[in-house]
T-cell receptor, first 113, second 115 residues
């Protein structure tokens, strides 16, 4: 899997927007950009994914750069429950053999009350 | 919303004992996975399983580990002779298909402590 780079940690205040960046300069044309998060003592949880266009769902928005070499996960109004490690992971959209998701270190998001 | 369920949530076992961790993937899913996370470390891939056979495994998944889908609903991870370093949180995951960026769903994990 192509490599992603994320800041080790970020801080935000409750009810403010949070922009979590991810660099993936070696992304291939068929790689989807996935975001997962892991709350303390829980399993990874799917957040959002996209290929080229910006994506929105009930949890977050994903803004993808035009050259696809970077992306930003946007939490519109952070809550204390959003404090977690956020992982940006690339997955080949043409992969059909069922192979792995490769987790990096992720970004530890702290939300201040 | 459908979810992946895992049992037990926590197990303590003596070194050298066999352990079976159980998972019920989401019912229409076709691909199944085990991951583990040692305390304070990254989530690591162990094995993927499709069509009743292993499709990929990591270097961690040695002869002490095995997986099985015994009855069409459960998916199990067996550790034959546990070592202290097997202490970790083990996550089961499943997906319907991986093409086109399909989502992989994870369970809440089984915490294994080897003493």
């Amino acid at each position: 899997d192509a490599k992603t780079t994320q800041p080790n940690s970020m801080e935000s205040n409750e009810e403010e927007p949070v922009h979590l960046p991810c660099n993936h300069s070696t992304i291939s044309g068929t790689d989807y950009i996935h975001w997962y998060r892991q709350l303390p003592s829980q399993g990874p949880e799917y957040v959002i994914h996209g290929l080229t266009s910006n994506v929105n769902n009930r949890m977050a928005s994903l803004a993808i750069a035009e050259d696809r070499k970077s992306s930003t996960l946007i939490l519109h109004r952070a809550t204390l429950r959003d404090a977690a490690v956020y992982y940006c992971i690339l997955r080949d959209g043409e992969e059909t053999s069922g192979s792995r998701l490769t987790f990096g270190e992720g970004t530890q998001l702290t939300v201040n009350p | 919303e459908p979810e992946v369920t895992q049992t037990p949530s926590h197990q303590v076992t003596q070194m050298g004992q066999e352990v079976i961790l159980r998972c019920v993937p989401i019912s229409n899913h076709l691909y199944f996975y085990w991951y583990r996370q040692i305390l304070g470390q990254k989530v690591e891939f162990l094995v993927s399983f499709y069509n009743n056979e292993i499709s990929e495994k990591s270097e961690i998944f040695d002869d002490q580990f095995s997986v099985e889908r015994p009855d069409g609903s459960n998916f199990t991870l067996k550790i034959r002779s546990t070592k202290l370093e097997d202490s970790a949180m083990y996550f089961c995951a499943s997906t319907f298909w991986l093409a086109n960026g399909n989502t992989i769903y994870f369970g809440e994990g089984s915490w294994l402590t080897v003493v």
